[in-house]
């Protein structure tokens, strides 16, 4: 709805100007009625109106000076100046301020109707406008700000990746505000004290950037941030290293006492770098994976874990874990973390040897589990994602060892029993093939292709389920059949050997012999006596 203020210094018109038309259906409110200049412009100060209807002669100011003085302090309302016909020539002298409506002496209900339905339909389109430029401005920023975390991403994560330009190109395609000076990656990690569901945890990782954005946007540092896997990253540009030490001690000290109820908060800062494209997150990360070892709730500067040099055997740890997952073997794997609990327990293990170990184990249980299914002939999803989180979300050494380990021996269990579910359907499948194609040359082959899985897989499932190879299998079948038919006088051997599958009846009787003991004829005879 729009607003109006009415001003003249006669009772009998305002009350005129006010009963004159149905301001309801313009959607029009009257926010005030003035009878002075000096009230009227008052009143449009703390109204800010979208019409004052004004006499031009008012006591204290001129409905000109009016104009004059409100467009003085920046406020534009629509102007309709009222006049008899002796001052008109006089009112027109308000077009040097914008003004484009008038009314003469006496005021009638068409012209006034007619002045306003102008000034409206002004507005609307100026809102419509203003709303269209307005959305401009929001999408070119949500554009702007997909860019943004997406150059952070490669910057961060892929920077090998990334094309490298100079401060300046780069302040203008993504909005940014980098200087010449020096660089670090921050890492914000929140441990949680109670059990938080992966969306309960993605909402606090939420609320903890937004916290921590609009401390370090009110500060002299610039840094530009985003959440990726879970975690928060941040760069920072800067010139001061001793003020870079006093802010982020002052922001840790924030987010530890406004989240204190619900996590431990730890900051993980890289090495200085001079140069943007230099800047390294795995230094952030390691730094906050070293809480683990060193405690969390704290700062931890990656170029203070020098005391952290010795490495894990990564080659053997991936050789055994590799056997033991393409074996499906959970003793081993059971053994195997035991052995990695033991080379935990030094406290100089390097945290990026750690890193490297998470992730290269994640790396080969997701193509060898992979692997295993695709044997199967199941297709699988591996969740990725989740376990990184998981392992990520580790906050000492016994809670990583075991994230681990009950991640492998998860994925093994669940094929295993899948696997059995599964195998013993494709078996009950393919003997009931075989029943049913008896009088058809049956061949592995045949059957794993309308199993939809593997030939070699097959045939090693086959025997481990019946404890028999295939072909045994369709032999001792087709025998067996023989044996009822033969009991039947209708059939004569060669059609016999025909309905079970062998079209030559020699061929027939030889197995018949070699399987049984005597031949058809002679099995015939003693069961039809």
Same mark, same amino acid.
């Given at each position: 709805?729009?607003?109006?203020?009415?001003?003249?210094?006669?009772?009998?018109?305002?009350?005129?100007?006010?009963?004159? &038309?149905?301001?309801?259906?313009?959607?029009?409110?009257?926010?005030?009625?003035?009878?002075?200049?000096?009230?009227?412009?008052?009143?449009?100060?703390?109204?800010?109106?979208?019409? /004052?209807?004004?006499?031009?002669?008012?006591?204290?100011?001129?409905?000109?000076?009016?104009?004059?003085?409100?467009?003085?302090?920046?406020? +534009?309302?629509?102007?309709?100046?009222?006049?008899?016909?002796?001052?008109?020539?006089?009112?027109?002298?308000?077009?040097?301020?914008?003004?484009?409506?008038?009314?003469?002496?006496?005021?009638?209900?068409?012209?006034?109707?007619?002045?306003?339905?102008?000034?409206?339909?002004?507005?609307?389109?100026?809102?419509?406008?203003?709303?269209?430029?307005?959305?401009?401005?929001?999408?070119?920023?949500?554009?702007?700000?997909?860019?943004?975390?997406?150059?952070?991403?490669?910057?961060?994560?892929?920077?090998?990746?990334?094309?490298?330009?100079?401060?300046?190109?780069?302040?203008?395609?993504?909005?940014?505000?980098?200087?010449?000076?020096?660089?670090?990656?921050?890492?914000?990690?929140?441990?949680?004290?109670?059990?938080?569901?992966?969306?309960?945890?993605?909402?606090?990782?939420?609320?903890?950037?937004?916290?921590?954005?609009?401390?370090?946007?009110?500060?002299?540092?610039?840094?530009?941030?985003?959440?990726?896997?879970?975690? &928060?990253?941040?760069?920072?540009?800067?010139?001061?290293?001793?003020?870079?030490?006093?802010?982020?001690?002052?922001?840790?000290?924030?987010?530890?006492?406004?989240?204190? %109820?619900?996590?431990?908060?730890?900051?993980?800062?890289?090495?200085?770098?001079?140069?943007?494209?230099?800047?390294? +997150?795995?230094?952030?990360?390691?730094?906050?994976?070293?809480?683990?070892?060193?405690?969390?709730?704290? &700062?931890?500067?990656?170029?203070?874990?020098?005391?952290?040099?010795?490495?894990?055997?990564?080659?053997?740890?991936?050789?055994? &874990?590799?056997?033991?997952?393409?074996?499906?073997?959970?003793?081993?794997?059971?053994?195997?973390?035991?052995?990695?609990?033991?080379?935990?327990?030094?406290?100089?293990?390097?945290?990026? %040897?750690?890193?490297?170990?998470?992730?290269?184990?994640?790396?080969?249980?997701?193509?060898?589990?992979?692997?295993?299914?695709?044997?199967?002939?199941?297709?699988?999803? +591996?969740?990725?994602?989740?376990?990184?989180?998981?392992?990520?979300?580790?906050?000492?050494?016994?809670?990583?060892?075991?994230?681990?380990?009950?991640?492998?021996?998860?994925?093994?269990?669940?094929?295993?029993?899948?696997?059995?579910?599964?195998? %013993?359907?494709?078996?009950?499948?393919?003997?009931?093939?075989?029943?049913?194609?008896?009088?058809?040359?049956?061949?592995?082959?045949?059957?794993?292709?309308?199993?939809?899985?593997?030939?070699?897989?097959?045939?090693?499932?086959?025997?481990?389920?019946?404890?028999?190879?295939? %072909?045994?299998?369709?032999?001792?079948?087709?025998?067996?059949?023989? *044996?009822?038919?033969?009991?039947?006088?209708?059939?004569?051997?060669?059609? /016999?050997?025909?309905?079970?599958?062998?079209?030559?009846?020699?061929?027939?009787? *030889?197995?018949?012999?070699?399987?049984?003991?005597?031949?058809?004829?002679?099995?015939?005879?003693?069961?039809?006596?």
């Amino acid at each position: 709805m729009f607003s109006a203020i009415l001003a003249d210094d006669e009772i009998n018109i305002l009350n005129l100007l006010e009963g004159l &038309i149905d301001w309801n259906a313009l959607n029009i409110k009257i926010a005030a009625k003035c009878m002075t200049g000096t009230e009227t412009y008052q009143r449009i100060l703390t109204e800010t109106p979208d019409i /004052v209807i004004i006499d031009i002669k008012m006591p204290g100011l001129s409905g000109l000076e009016v104009v004059r003085k409100i467009q003085e302090q920046n406020i +534009f309302p629509n102007f309709i100046l009222i006049s008899g016909h002796k001052e008109f020539e006089y009112a027109r002298s308000a077009i040097q301020y914008g003004v484009e409506n008038y009314l003469v002496k006496p005021i009638n209900k068409e012209e006034l109707t007619e002045n306003l339905q102008q000034i409206i339909q002004r507005m609307e389109k100026e809102r419509s406008s203003k709303n269209y430029e307005k959305m401009l401005e929001n999408q070119i920023e949500t554009n702007l700000a997909i860019s943004r975390t997406h150059f952070l991403k490669m910057l961060f994560l892929s920077p090998d990746l990334q094309e490298q330009k100079s401060l300046e190109e780069l302040n203008q395609i993504y909005g940014l505000e980098l200087f010449s000076g020096f660089f670090r990656v921050i890492s914000i990690k929140p441990d949680t004290k109670k059990l938080f569901t992966l969306p309960q945890y993605q909402i606090l990782l939420k609320q903890i950037y937004e916290y921590a954005c609009q401390k370090f946007h009110a500060s002299s540092q610039k840094a530009y941030g985003i959440i990726d896997n879970n975690e &928060i990253i941040f760069l920072m540009n800067y010139t001061s290293e001793e003020e870079l030490a006093v802010f982020l001690i002052s922001v840790f000290e924030l987010l530890k006492n406004k989240f204190y %109820s619900y996590c431990y908060v730890t900051l993980g800062i890289s090495s200085r770098r001079e140069q943007l494209f230099q800047v390294s +997150f795995q230094e952030a990360h390691a730094a906050v994976i070293s809480r683990i070892f060193l405690g969390k709730h704290r &700062i931890i500067d990656y170029s203070g874990l020098s005391q952290f040099k010795s490495k894990l055997n990564l080659s053997t740890y991936l050789e055994q &874990i590799g056997t033991y997952i393409d074996t499906l073997n959970l003793s081993g794997v059971e053994k195997l973390f035991l052995h990695l609990q033991e080379d935990f327990s030094n406290d100089t293990i390097s945290p990026s %040897s750690v890193i490297d170990l998470c992730a290269k184990f994640l790396e080969l249980l997701k193509d060898q589990i992979r692997n295993q299914y695709q044997k199967a002939g199941i297709d699988y999803d +591996f969740p990725k994602k989740q376990y990184q989180a998981q392992i990520q979300n580790a906050s000492s050494k016994e809670d990583l060892i075991s994230t681990l380990k009950h991640m492998i021996i998860g994925e093994i269990s669940a094929f295993q029993k899948l696997q059995y579910t599964k195998d %013993s359907r494709y078996i009950s499948q393919a003997k009931e093939y075989i029943h049913d194609h008896l009088d058809q040359n049956i061949t592995l082959n045949e059957v794993a292709e309308m199993l939809y899985i593997n030939p070699s897989y097959f045939s090693t499932l086959f025997k481990k389920e019946t404890g028999e190879t295939f %072909s045994n299998y369709i032999t001792q079948t087709r025998i067996g059949r023989s *044996k009822e038919l033969l009991r039947d006088l209708k059939y004569s051997i060669s059609e /016999v050997s025909a309905m079970v599958g062998y079209q030559d009846s020699k061929y027939f009787s *030889k197995v018949f012999q070699k399987t049984v003991g005597i031949k058809p004829s002679k099995f015939r005879k003693l069961y039809t006596n």
